[in-house]
Each structure stands twice: as C-alpha cells, then as structure tokens.
C-alpha cells in the first residue's frame, strides 16, 4: 500500500468513524474549542500544497527579510526552508513582545528541589538574555562560535541558550547527567571556545557536582577559553583564575547593558548542535536552523497541544535533550505561553511532588515520558488524589512506545477521563513532533496516531517494499518538513548514509513500527544500536568503549532488554582480561566505572561475565543474537556468525 497522508475513515451515526480496537474520543467541548477543529481537512489541505501550509505557519512569526522559496530541494537530501529570509528565533521568541503587553506576562515559572521558586516575566527574560548576551560578547563569543551548556535544571540554562541565539552563537548543550568522559568528548568535537556551567545541581536531595566533572573534562579539551559558572548550591567549587568566571559577578558588571541587538541571520544559519547516539560509533552531533525549525516547533506546539498565551504548560523533561531545547525552551516562548521549569526528581521528597506542582501552579498541560508515569504509578492512585488536578486540560508523552496501561493509569488517574493524551512521536533529528494525534482525534492506546500535517509515512520490509497493514517493518518518512536535521555537525557523508542511504529518497528513522487499517501507527523500537533507558537515548558504542576503559575488561556487548518502569535497562557482556576473576564485587565495581565515565543513566542493570561473544566472521557484535539468547527467542538468521 502507498502511503496515505489523510485517511478518510467511515463515519458511524454518531458522526464518528468506525475504528478497529479501543477508541477514546474527545468531549465535545474539547473539540470546539482547539485551534484546528477539522483535522481531515487540514490533513488534507497541507498534503496537497505543503509549501503553502509551512509558508501560512510562518507567516505568524516575525522575519526582518521574507523567504524567496518555501522549500529549496535542489540539492536533496540537504533540503532548504524558506531560503533568502533573514530571521533570529530569539527576535521571535523574546524581542517581539517587549512592545506589547505580553512583556508583563509570566514566560517562565521555576522550582527548585527544595522548594525555592521563580517568576520570570518576559521582559525579565529579554533583560537577563540580553546583559548575558552582552557577558557572552565581553568574553569574545561571536557569531559562528560554540558553546558548550552543562548545567542543571534552572532558569540561566534557558538564559544561556537563547543568549547564545540571539548572537549567533552556536549552542551545543550536554545533558547534566552524563559525565566525564560524554562531556569531554562533547566539547572536544564541537571545539566550543566557551563553556558554560553551574557548581552544581540538586537532584533526589544530593547534589550533582558540575563543576567538578567540567574541571575533569577541561583536562583533555584545550579549545575552551573561559568557564562561566551560575552558583547553585553554594557549595565551594573550585575556580581557576583567568578561566572560570562567576555569572553572578560578569551580570553585576555596571558596564553590562541591558539592550543588545539580535543579530540579523539567514533562515538556514545554524541555531544549535546536540549530540546523540546513532547507528554506529560515536554521538554525533545534529544540526537545527533558526528559520525551518522555528516555524516547525511553533507550529507543532501550537496545534497539537493547542497551546494558547492564557496556558500553563509543564513539559517535565531536562533542557539537555531535544524536548527540552524544542518545548521547555523555545516553542512555548514562540507561542506566548506560561511554562513551568522544575529543577528535580519527580518522587522528591515525596511520591506526590509532581501533582503538588500542578496544583500549585495551576498547570493545564503536562507532557512526559512514558517511564516517568510508570514510575509514578507504582506509588499508588492515593497521592495524586490528594491534589486538585482539575487545571488539567491536555496531557502528552514522548520518549518511547507507552504500554496502554500506563497509558490509561494517566488517563483516568492524572487525567480524570477528561484529558486527552497526545502521545507524540519524534526524533531529536526532527526537532518537532512528527506522528502524534490532536485534540479532536480519537486516541489509541499506545499509538501515536497518524503523522502531522504535511508529512507522510511508510513502514518498509528490508528490499523497501511497503508491508501490509498491521505487518511489523521500518518506519521511513516521505516528504520533508521545516525543522529537520539539515546535516550532521561536520560529517555531511554520515548524514546522506545514515538517513538517507537505506532507501534513497526516504528518510530512515532507526525504528520499526506497524500501521493499522485506520491508518495509525504503532512505534515498536529502535532496529539499531541505540537503547532508550527512561526515555534517555544511548548508544552502545559508547557504554561499551566506557566498560573496556576498565583495566579488567578486554571486550564487551550492551543490548537493552524489557524493565518495568526504564521500558529497556542496559545489560552488558564482558569479556575479562587473561589474570582477571569474575565475581560479584567486579560487577559492581564496572557498574561504578561507566556511571563514573559516562553517567548515572548508563549504568548496566547487570553484567554478565562470558569467554565468547557472538560475532560475524568480519568480527562485528551481533547484539541481536545476544538479546535473542536473554529473552529465551529464536536467534533468527545466523548464517554469519563465526564459529
Ligand atoms: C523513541 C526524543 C514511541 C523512538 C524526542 C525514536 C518514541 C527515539 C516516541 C528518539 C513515542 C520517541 N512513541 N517511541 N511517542 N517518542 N520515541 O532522539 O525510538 O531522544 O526514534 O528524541 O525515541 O529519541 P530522541
């Protein structure tokens, strides 16, 4: 079957299409009330002239020189969106409402774990960006140049990112729970000339050191110049004269100005890089624009959670990862919203600390990962009840498949039956949601419903033949979107191979997923060598380079195998060195060394000790025949396995 963008279902006398499986539908007055009331002819109309819908969505922003052409395909798979504008994300995000009222209205509320709180408005925000932007230009940062971002969870990340922005800068950011070796090697590929850090971070009532692993990191990455650093716990840090400065003394600086021009940049202009764990080898490192990417989260934000300025959006995920940069940071900005920041653990010091957030704060849209609802729901139904969660308008997940009783645990238990789940599909390589419902349509469990508008999708057998409904196979996009990865940081070649060189035209997503007959899809997995722990995208290159950095080690194998609230936990085969003895203090001791290396979140579950590990005759690890072996399965073809 092709690929059908729109799919007309037959209504039933109710006015509603008959669907295969367990539906749940909107209330009525949900519907009525959502930006886009009409899904089909949306579908419909943005399938037919995809351009003139991308081009209507950015119209709503503001650009200081309009585009010439939509979509620029003339040098395919390094597509172009709205080539010849001239545009900043920043202008759009901050600078457009220092002359309305919006300037007074709150951008972002923040709580730190032990219960400290801020307000900030938007003309705060503008101010704080544009005297750090000042501090950034001070210390030499220009247009072009990157910035390496290791902090926790407080507002001067958000600060330091839209800083970075509004000059040009480009903004690499490191996710707070990775650690030495990840950073290093993070700073080092992108040779970023600053860094910008915190003392340290508060998370589960300990205190995450920073600083400490930055100063560790900086030892092997001598393109950094200088090391600004928020002060968050208080706890003495120590700071080398004449790199690391305090941010708290360059703001205080008489000298600084509170106004800064943005700086006028093509549509195409990088805005940021982020690393993340692909097929093969090390993370690599995605590139976003301001122009694409900008119209792509705006508009995505705003009709699929049908965000208005008057909502109070939470998006529970860390800054450091994608759905932090597109929907903790910039889209809720682009869209004049209210959006909640907070610094700590969900369980923190209590099992209700999330639902006392929500009533706290009036929250009308929380969006999460499936692993957070699982975790949440093994505290029982009793804490949620003890709030008011009655502001609760819309609910959303992301991160991996959601297994339809966590699913419907957050429906009836968070949602009050009353909230519909967006369960939104996508990659940090799509920057925006890709296969994910709206409001109005009728919810699957487990199913993120169809693609978006203006995009379409196919799930393809190993020759790249569509498979028949309900058929398991790889999920491939068809046509391009505005914020799509537009290369990979300096490896143009490893772009056009990784996503585009399975089935030329197409692009690869690294996922299997099945398509019913109403035309949704059901995401299954990763097919490739990346593992979601919680929701936290891994590659197992790099956990197994972190084990055999081990002196015990000789060769190791990570596969990721089914856990109750990670959805998939990290096991790992070692292979020990001739003299060593496996026992139990060794395991924990590896356990020790990659959550060390490379982060808590790295950890194996468990370490298995083994002579022989299963390999193609070329030497290769087939990690499929190891997980086929874990989980009792049949090992499938194993033609090229060496004896
Ligand atoms: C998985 C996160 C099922 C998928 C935004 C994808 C999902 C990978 C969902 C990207 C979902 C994300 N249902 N699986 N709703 N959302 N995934 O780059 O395997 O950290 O390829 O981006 O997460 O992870 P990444």
Redesign the pocket.
Known sequence: MTATPATSMTPTADGRPEMEGEVFWPAPEVVQHTIVPDWDALAQRADHDLEGFWAEQARELDWYTPWDKVLDESNKPFFKWFTGAKVNIVYNCLDRYMHTAIRNQVALIWEGEKGDSREISYAALNREVCRFANVLKGLGVAKGDRVTIYMGRVPEIAVAMLACAKLGAIHSVVYGGFSVDALAGRIDDSQSRLAITCDGAFLNGKIVQLKQIMDEALTRCPSIEHVVVVKRTGAGVAMQSGRDLWYHDLMADPAISDVCPTEVMDAEDPLYILY?SGTTGEPKAIVHTHGGYMVGIYATLKMVFDLHPEDRWWCAADPG???GHSYIVYSPLLNAATSLMYEGAPAFPQPDRWWALIEKYRISILYTA?TAIRGLMRFGDDWPGRHDLSSLRLLG??????NPEAWKWYHRVIGHERCPIM????????GMFM??PTPVVGLKPGS?TRPFFGLRAEILDEAGNPVPDGEEGYLVLLRPWPAMLRTVYQDPDRYVRQYWGRYPGKYV???SAKRDRDGYYW?I??VDD?I?VS???LGTAEIESALVSHPAVAEAATIGLPHDVKGTAIHAYCILRQGETPSDALAAELREHVGRHMGPIAKPEAITFVDKLPKTRSGKIMRRVLKARALGLPEGDISTLEE
């Open positions: 993340t990862w994608v759905t499936p997940t992301v991160g991996e498949p959601i369960d939104t599909w996508w990659q940090t390589e799509t296969i994910t993120g997503t690294g996922d995401v997995g990763r990346v979601k929701g936290y995208r």
